[in-house]
């Protein structure tokens, strides 16, 4: 079974920085790509970022592009997204998500879930 497990969500004043990882375990797969989005209260999620595992091509929306960075580290099946000059627009949980290929068939995987929390 695929687990996603994050780490390095937290609180932090507007201007700091954070950095997110999500490492990908279980199961034999190849990946297609890695991501990151996030949910403030009271909206529906949104796309952050995505990295294509093929060949390292990064997408991000534009209100993170020049602040937020993904990157990626094969050997350890890992994501991470750079987070600088945080805002308190910002604030949302961040979820990572894995797209996989195994079997012929491409997959989709979530992780549970870390918060980020931005004060003015």
């Known amino acids: 079974q695929v687990q996603l497990v994050e780490s390095g969500g937290g609180l932090v004043q507007a201007g700091g920085s954070l950095r997110l990882s999500c490492a990908v375990s279980?199961?034999?797969?190849?990946?297609?790509?890695m991501g990151w989005y996030r949910q403030a209260p009271g909206k529906e999620r949104e796309f952050v970022a995505r990295i294509t595992w093929s060949d390292d091509s990064a997408y991000y929306t534009d209100s993170v592009k020049g602040r937020f960075t993904i990157s990626r580290d094969n050997a350890k099946n890992t994501v991470y997204l750079q987070m600088n000059s945080l805002t308190p627009e910002d604030t949302a949980i961040y979820f990572c998500?894995?797209?996989?290929?195994?079997?012929?068939?491409?997959?989709?995987?979530w992780g549970q879930g870390t918060q980020v929390a931005v004060s003015s």
């Open positions: 279980g199961g034999t797969f190849s990946i297609n790509h």
């Open positions: 998500s894995c797209n996989v290929r195994r079997s012929f068939s491409n997959f989709q995987y």
